[in-house]
């Protein structure tokens, strides 16, 4: 697997985020500064000026990811997030998540530890065969789930992917 670059940002401290590029065979990082004198340009063509500023524009992001009660949210590969409501009743029947998805099969990912033990991803199962886009939200959420210091091997989410209460798929 080939390197990828990342924005990590420290909490207590967001003046101190910093680009990190994590090496694909053996999971470890290394601060990169090649990048540090920005401007990045998003994929909706804003600029932010700082690596500060990215991190901060991924905060809020990750704050905004979780959907309001009775909704799902669905991270796009471009970064977006869009609040899905179920179209009849209370849970998510297939079709729809198909739909939402673009996809045949699906994967339902339950973490078992951590901040997001209540909640499931669910995903194209063959969507890193089909070379789907990586998703940055679900894949930082999947490394906030399983800290890189602690599991192996390196792995990113690809393809859109719902982020949805357990009991709101049955």
């Known amino acids: 697997m080939p390197p990828r670059l990342f924005v990590q940002v420290q909490p207590e401290?967001?003046?101190?985020?910093?680009?990190?590029a994590l090496c694909g065979t053996t999971g470890r990082r290394y601060v990169i500064h090649a990048y540090e004198h920005g401007s990045f340009q998003l994929e909706d063509?804003?600029?932010?000026?700082?690596?500060?500023?990215?991190?901060?524009?991924?905060?809020?992001?990750?704050?905004a990811m979780f959907p309001a009660e009775g909704a799902a949210m669905l991270l796009g590969v471009d970064g977006s997030i869009q609040e899905i409501r179920p179209t009849k009743g209370k849970t998510f029947k297939l079709e729809q998540i198909y739909a939402a998805l673009s996809c045949d099969y699906i994967d339902v990912h339950h973490p078992q530890h951590g901040?997001?033990?209540?909640?499931?991803?669910?995903?194209?199962?063959?969507?890193?065969?089909?070379?789907?886009?990586?998703?940055?939200?679900?894949?930082?959420?999947?490394?906030?789930?399983?800290?890189?210091?602690?599991?192996?091997?390196?792995?990113?989410?690809?393809?859109?992917?719902?982020?949805?209460?357990?009991?709101?798929?049955?």
């Not at 700082?50 to 991924?58: H, K, P």
């Not at 998703?135 to 599991?151: F, G, I, Q, V």
């Open 13 to 20: 401290q967001p003046d101190r985020s910093c680009i990190v």
């Open 45 to 63: 063509g804003q600029q932010l000026p700082t690596v500060s500023a990215l991190g901060e524009y991924f905060a809020s992001q990750h704050r």
């Open 115 to 170: 901040a997001y033990q209540d909640w499931i991803l669910v995903f194209d199962d063959e969507g890193k065969f089909k070379e789907r886009p990586i998703n940055p939200l679900a894949t930082a959420l999947w490394y906030e789930t399983y800290p890189l210091d602690h599991y192996s091997p390196v792995d990113v989410v690809a393809g859109p992917v719902l982020l949805m209460k357990s009991k709101m798929m049955k």
